[in-house]
């Protein structure tokens, strides 16, 4: 049966009947994208092996290797003259702080931490 020959049934269908047949589509388009993953990471695993690997987990890195090491925090550069609790790293989008005060005629030398 052609997507044609399908969409022209449907044309005779109610709300209701085309709403479970939209249902059942999509589940069954759940059920094959989860079966095609599944198919295509046993080929995975053992294209790996066949090469030496150990497997797919092994070659994708998991197989006891650490990790990245998380970057530190990086220190304040900029405090806000208002609120002192308030700091910038100067990294990164700025605060709405920084942005009033440059709006207003400020500099960022005037929230410079000269510590």
């Known amino acids: 049966m052609s997507l044609a020959e399908i969409e022209h049934q449907t044309n005779n269908l109610s709300l209701a009947e085309l709403q479970e047949l939209k249902f059942i589509v999509e589940k069954k388009i759940d059920t094959r994208a989860k079966q095609e993953r599944s198919d295509l ?8 092996k066949e090469r030496g690997f150990g497997g797919l987990e092994a070659l994708m890195g998991s197989g006891g290797e650490q990790s990245k090491a998380k970057r530190k925090p990086v220190a304040p550069k900029y405090r806000n003259p208002s609120d002192a609790n308030d700091t910038w790293s100067g990294r990164g989008r700025k605060p709405k702080w920084v942005v009033e005060m440059l709006a207003a005629g400020g500099s960022l030398d005037d929230a410079l931490i000269r510590d």
């Open 41 to 48: 990471i046993e080929k995975m695993d053992a294209m790996a």
